[in-house]
């Protein structure tokens, strides 16, 4: 048995599963992989929003605003004690020009 034998079968067969996959995916199930698909890019906002009560989102929102706020305050801490350090730095390398 040589390829001619099999190349119109294999070509049939082929052509049969994309004719067959087109019909299935653009009936219902096509509809519902999509809408499954779609819903792959929402947020995590509103996933978060859909499961939990409203209550307990505002209080999430609220601890993530204080959490927020807290992480501003050490980045200001951390600038400040760097350009301490920076200072403390430079006047070492300089020595003291009195002497």
Same mark, same amino acid.
């Given at each position: 048995m040589d390829a001619s034998f099999w190349a119109p079968a294999i070509t049939f067969s082929i052509i049969t599963l994309t004719i067959g996959t087109v019909l299935v995916l653009r009936g219902p199930v096509g509809k519902a992989l999509g809408? /499954?698909?779609?819903? /792959?890019?929402?947020? +995590? =906002?509103? /996933?978060? +929003?859909?499961?939990?009560?409203?209550? +307990? &989102?505002? %209080? @999430?929102? !609220? +601890? &993530?605003? %204080? @959490?927020? =706020?807290? @992480? !501003?305050? &050490?980045q200001e801490r951390l600038d400040f004690t760097e350009r301490l350090l920076a200072k403390q730095r430079d006047a070492e390398r300089l020595g003291n020009p009195r002497a």
């Open positions: 809408q /499954w698909i779609a819903g /792959w890019s929402h947020t +995590e =906002h509103r /996933w978060i +929003e859909a499961k939990a009560a409203p209550a +307990e &989102v505002a %209080e @999430l929102r !609220a +601890e &993530v605003d %204080e @959490l927020r =706020h807290q @992480l !501003a305050d &050490v």
